[in-house]
């Protein structure tokens, strides 16, 4: 059946981490950091944290935690009391502004494309209550017809319920929507559970041997729509 309604997690898939600015705050503080290691070590700690067991034992918030200790550790940027006045700086500008903030270039074209196809979008995201204010100012709220953020409802993903609110405020059917994320056990399992279908933006392939569709960028994503692939 033709695909009407998209759904897209944020962080990882429309935004990702402005490592620039965590490793210009480490630098004010006295911690030295390269943002380009800190962004290619990456999609290894985010694969890591990806389990079954993991996600149902943990929150979002929790996973964020280790997330971050994982990274630093593999680039190289030792833990401990040097450390936390930078951690608190950015945790401070997290919770206002959001981390999640660095847009690819091929994000605008592609949710323009897609919403001239006549598909309706919106954003289904485990967050802190500023993905909408965010998304605006990236100048990417314009393109979607809902934004679900968990905190502000009280319910994240990979719960079913989180979907189910998009749908009803969307008026979309589950089985013309489909849902993009970038971790299996949170967007993939909840999508399904919901009767969504999901497929996984998965450029380093670090998920060929899960069961789902997957593409290696959002481009990929707007082709297999137009062919009817996914």
Not at 15 to 30: I, M
Not at 139 to 154: H, N, P, Q
Not at 184 to 207: M, N, T
């Amino acid at each position: 059946m033709d695909i009407e309604t998209i759904f897209f997690d944020a962080g990882g898939v429309l935004v990702h981490p402005n490592w620039r600015r965590v490793a210009e705050t480490l630098a004010r503080h006295g911690v030295a950091a390269d943002a380009a290691r800190l962004a290619a070590v990456e999609p290894s700690v985010r694969r890591g944290l990806d389990s079954a067991v993991g996600v149902s034992a943990t929150t979002d918030r929790a996973r964020g935690e280790a997330y971050f200790n994982r990274v630093f550790t593999l680039a190289g940027v030792p833990l401990g009391p040097a450390l936390e006045p930078a951690r608190a700086e950015l945790a401070t500008y997290h919770a206002a502004h959001n981390l999640w903030e660095h847009v690819s270039d091929e994000t605008v074209p592609v949710l323009e494309r897609l919403r001239s196809t006549g598909r309706r979008l919106a954003v289904v995201s485990n967050s802190n209550g500023t993905v909408r204010a965010k998304l605006g100012r990236l100048g990417l709220a314009r393109f979607f017809e809902t934004i679900v953020d968990s905190r502000e409802e009280g319910v994240e993903k990979p719960d079913p319920a989180i979907f189910a609110i998009a749908l009803e405020r969307m008026g979309a059917r589950p089985e013309t929507t489909v849902h993009v994320g970038d971790l299996y056990h949170v967007d993939v399992v909840g999508a399904r559970a919901a009767g969504l279908r999901a497929v996984l933006v998965d450029p380093d392939h670090s998920y060929s041997d899960h069961d789902c569709a997957r593409v290696a960028s959002l481009t990929a994503l707007a082709d297999a729509v137009d062919s009817d692939s996914l």
